[in-house]
């Protein structure tokens, strides 16, 4: 892997905690959080752009329901006053939130994204990402999802949707990498 460029954006989505709701089910990477904290320090260390994206649901009840504690970050990746904060209706972190613009008036054209989960949101925003020209690189180590029911009803496996969704964005829109080769590139 090639060296970071200077001002490559981390963007960390949905790291919020109603992520660790038990009725979301049974997931995969349970070092995901430790993973996504290495690359916070890192990019705050190296002062580094950062996006916190907080998923805001429209459906009443939603553990994501604004004004829920299910809302709000997760205390050890907790957004610092200067780091920007993108909030979403719907998994594309681009769809109606301004970032596009955000990222081209700074001129950050490589991305890090990482969280939740791997096949909704972080899958969406990788596809746009790279679908509008950045440089996307998803760490599949600092990523999770959710153990998943097709419309068969078959049930499958986190590790198996997981690996399923990276393979997805290795074909056209990101390279998948470790977080240990970011941060040693970096």
């Known amino acids: 892997m090639e060296p970071l460029a200077m001002n490559a954006a981390l963007v960390i989505i949905d790291m919020q905690q109603g992520m660790r709701d038990p009725t979301l089910g049974r997931r995969n990477n349970p070092d995901a959080e430790l993973q996504i904290k290495r690359l916070l320090d890192a990019w705050r260390h190296a002062l580094r752009p950062i996006i916190h994206v907080r998923h805001i649901s429209r459906t009443p009840g939603s553990v994501f329901w604004p004004g829920q504690p299910g809302c709000e970050f997760q205390d050890a990746l907790q957004p610092l006053p200067h780091e920007h904060v993108v909030e979403k209706n719907v998994p594309d ?27 909704n949101s972080v899958e969406a925003t990788a596809r746009s990402a790279g679908n509008l020209g950045f440089d996307v690189i998803v ?21 198996d949707v997981h690996a399923l969704s990276l393979s997805n964005l290795a074909m056209d829109y990101a390279r998948v ?8 590139n970096s």
């Not at 681009?94 to 990482?114: D, K, N, P, Y």
């Not at 760490?139 to 590790?159: H, I, K, N, V």
């Open 93 to 119: 972190v681009f769809a109606a939130t301004g970032l596009e613009r955000w990222l081209h008036l700074r001129s950050i054209q490589q991305l890090v994204i990482v969280g939740v989960t791997t096949n």
């Open 139 to 159: 760490p599949g180590d600092a990523c999770f999802t959710f153990d998943q029911t097709d419309l068969s009803g078959r049930l499958w496996p986190a590790e």
């Open 177 to 184: 990498s470790e977080t240990r080769e970011i941060l040693t």
